[in-house]
């Protein structure tokens, strides 16, 4: 089975699309997809055409930042039912722990790891698409999306060590 992504990922795409002058439509249907696929924000759709799209928004739009943007715009809600357990955990690494458990509840593409060593913790994102897709715009994405969560658990002024 090909993995799946909620559609929720691609939150605030067509607005950044449309502000970089792409047609969404347009772009989406060059990778298969619809832009009735964004509706509901809870479908599951394949994740290799979701990196496709936001590998050839990037390059379309000369916005080698394009992803980045795109998980500035999401907000801890999009992950949906989840989020708000989130945000009932003690702390950081519960929530992160919880995060990962239930990783396969809204992306199928996206796995995290939490290592801890030395006082530090490292928060690892690969990426399994089932067939070869472009990752850097997606996993670019989960990590922008990823440092979200945590500012969001932890207050904005909160900055990783090495990003």
């Known amino acids: 089975m090909r993995p799946r992504v909620r559609t929720s990922m691609l939150t605030g795409y067509v607005d950044l699309a449309t502000s970089l002058g792409l047609d969404p439509a347009a772009l989406m249907a060059a990778v298969g997809l619809h832009l ?4 509901p924000p809870d479908r599951w759709i394949p994740a290799a055409p979701v990196a ?3 590998t ?11 992803a980045l943007r795109l998980a500035g715009l999401r907000e801890l809600g999009t992950l949906g039912p989840i989020s708000v357990v989130l945000r009932d955990e003690p702390d950081l690494r519960s929530a992160l ?16 790891r939490l290592r801890e060593s030395g006082g530090l913790a490292t928060i690892e994102v690969w990426l399994e698409f089932g067939e070869p897709a472009p990752a850097e715009q997606i996993h670019d994405l989960a990590m922008g999306a ?11 002024s909160w900055a990783p060590l090495r990003s």
């Open 36 to 39: 009735t696929d964004l509706d």
């Open 52 to 54: 496709r799209l936001l």
């Open 56 to 66: 050839l928004s990037a390059q379309e739009s000369g916005c080698e930042d394009f």
């Open 97 to 112: 722990e919880l995060l990962i458990r239930y990783d396969h509840a809204y992306d199928e593409s996206t796995h995290v």
């Open 146 to 156: 990823t440092l979200g969560i945590v500012r969001s658990l932890l207050g904005a």
